[in-house]
């Protein structure tokens, strides 16, 4: 089966609802529509940037990328990559949520980058920084909020 990884990162754009309330949003929506679309992936909010990267077939994926082009909470919005891959990585999220934290700041900070910049990341970063996502630990309260069919839906999300 041809899978593709599409990878984003976008600024986020203040608007009358907080952060969490647009994260809440975002995650519900994302995690409804890729499981009825076979899509599955990661999202990493820092330092008001969204990195997401999706993964599934094809025609789903483009067709998830053209609604987060229209989506009004992104600015800045930047293909990072897109490729074929062998095996999705995230196939038991349809979307998980990855909180900022140390390990995945050193990432960045290990690159030369004094923080989470994503707009500055390059193809050849990619595969690293989606391996340190996959191999990132949840923390006990996210997997003890873990919800419907392993969705890695948080109550407070």
């Not at 340190?132 to 006990?140: A, G, N, Q, V």
Request: glycine share 4%; hydrophobic share 35%; net charge neutral.
């Amino acid at each position: 089966m041809n899978i593709t990884q599409l990878c984003y990162a976008s600024k986020r754009i203040e608007s009358e609802y907080t952060l969490l309330d647009d994260l809440r949003e975002i995650l519900v929506k994302s995690r409804d529509y890729n499981a009825k679309n076979d899509i599955c992936g990661v999202l990493y909010y820092a330092h008001g940037y969204y990195f997401q990267c999706v993964q599934g077939k094809y025609e789903s994926v483009i067709a998830l990328y053209h609604k987060i082009i229209q989506d009004t909470r992104h600015s800045e919005i930047k293909l990072i990559q897109h490729k074929s891959i062998e095996k999705r990585c995230f196939e038991q999220w349809s979307m998980k949520y990855v909180q900022q934290d140390t390990e995945l700041s050193d990432f960045f900070i290990n690159t030369g980058m004094n923080c989470f910049r994503p707009l500055e990341v390059t193809e050849k970063m990619i595969d690293n920084f989606i391996d340190s996502i996959f191999k990132h630990k949840l923390t006990k309260k996210e997997i003890a909020n873990q919800g419907f069919m392993n969705r890695g839906y948080c109550n407070y999300f």
